[in-house]
Structure formats: C-alpha cells, structure tokens
C-alpha cells in the first residue's frame, strides 16, 4: 500500500532534501507540506497547506499521513525573541506530535540537536530537550528522535559564521577520534535520507539518534 508523509519544513536544508526524495520515492503517493509559504513547481502528489504554523492545530483536519517528518528550526539570528524561538523550535514539533498521536499517526520523526538536555542552563540546549521530553511524551509507536551535529550542505539564505564554522571545522575534523567523531559535520542529505530509511524499517520505537549513528543509518 502507498504512503502518505506531512513534512514540517521542507524549505529548510534538510526538509528540501526529504520533500525531493519522497517525490522520486514509488511508495509516496501522497505528500503534504505544511508552511507559510507556497513552493512552486511541484508535481501533483505534492500537496500544500500555507499558514500560520505557529498554530498548527488549525490544520487538524488535514493532518492525517502515515508518518511525519519534522524539520523545523531557527536560529538566534532569524528569531532573537526567545518567546517566539520557543514557539518554533518547541511548539511547532510538540504540537505535530500532539495531532499526530491525536489522528493515528503511527510514526513521527524530528530532527532535535546535539547537546539538547531539558535541564540544560543554555537556552538553546535546554528548549530542544523540552521539545524532545514532550514529544516523546505522545507515546507514538515509531518515535525518531535525531540529534546531529553540524549540519553541512547548501543554505538558500547566507549564514557567514556558520560558514566560517564549516571552514574550520572540515579542517580539524580529521583529528576528530573517539568520542569526538560526534562533532563532525553531518550533510544534510544524509539527515534526510536516514529519516526516510527509519520511517520504512520501524525497528525500534522511541530512540534517541546521535550524529555518528545518524550518517550509519543513511546508507543502510
């Protein structure tokens, strides 16, 4: 039986390269892209719903699939009101949860970051461990949490000193090692296409997926 998925941003990096694989992918008849923005020039098994996500709950009705790809974020620079990152980077992905355990949806993936811990001084950690405590607190069979690193790959909006990050950190990577072969850069492609192999295998349910285990289970 063909697959519907919802994507919950899929203009971002890692969304876009969900959104153009499940369009080449023979199992998707159906995908639904929830934004504030429409994309243009997308085949007929592309459907889009344009509004406010922030109040996602709108979009009930017409949140229905068989899994959920969630790959909303910002950054302090876009969003420096920590009242409205929250709302982004928390509220979005909990909400999604929520109408996904809420219509039956048995499989939710969401890209959260390395570092994120609920208990956590840093503001930034600290939201992406409540996003992730609560999501996982829907109980949805197949929930994938995915924590990577770095994120490289080719931004549509500039970010001079993430750039400047990459930079440097491609060259010192090789001295990554132990431990540290968590903080090298992970593509953006390989974020994606690892959700898309968890999706269609569903071995585990619940787990939490660091950056290194992530770039294993892209090429699987």
Same mark, same amino acid.
Request: aromatic share 8%; proline share 1%.
């Given at each position: 039986?063909?697959?519907?998925?919802? =994507?919950?941003?899929?203009? %971002?990096? !890692?969304?876009?390269?969900?959104?153009? @694989?499940?369009?080449?992918? @023979?199992?998707?008849? !159906?995908?639904?892209?929830?934004?504030?923005? @429409?994309?243009? %020039?997308?085949?007929? @098994?592309?459907?889009?719903?344009? %509004?406010? =996500?922030?109040?996602?709950?709108?979009?009930? !009705?017409?949140?229905?699939?068989?899994?959920?790809?969630?790959c909303i974020g910002t950054t302090a620079k876009k969003t420096p009101d920590k009242t409205l990152y929250k709302k982004i980077d928390y509220g979005i992905p909990v909400t999604a949860a929520k109408l996904s355990k809420e219509n039956n949806i048995a499989t939710f993936l969401v890209v959260s970051a390395m570092g994120a811990n609920a208990k956590s001084t840093v503001f930034y950690n600290k939201t992406k461990g409540e996003?992730?405590?609560?999501?996982?607190?829907?109980?949805?069979?197949?929930t994938f949490i995915l924590r990577p690193s770095l994120i490289g790959g080719e931004r549509k909006e500039s970010r001079i000193l993430e750039k400047i990050g990459l930079v440097v950190i491609k060259i010192i990577q090789p001295l990554f090692i132990g431990k540290l072969k968590e903080y090298k850069i992970i593509d953006a492609e390989n974020i994606a296409q690892a959700m898309i192999n968890l999706a269609n295998t569903k071995n585990n349910a619940g787990v939490i997926i660091t950056s290194n285990d992530i770039k294993k289970l892209s090429k699987k």
């Open positions: 039986m063909k697959k519907t998925a919802i =994507i919950l941003g899929a203009t %971002g990096l !890692t969304g876009s390269h969900i959104l153009h @694989k499940l369009i080449e992918d @023979k199992n998707y008849e !159906t995908i639904k892209l929830f934004s504030r923005s @429409k994309i243009d %020039g997308l085949p007929k @098994k592309v459907t889009q719903f344009i %509004g406010d =996500i922030l109040d996602l709950a709108q979009f009930k !009705t017409d949140f229905t699939a068989d899994e959920v790809y969630c996003m992730e405590r609560d999501v996982l607190k829907q109980n949805i069979k197949n």
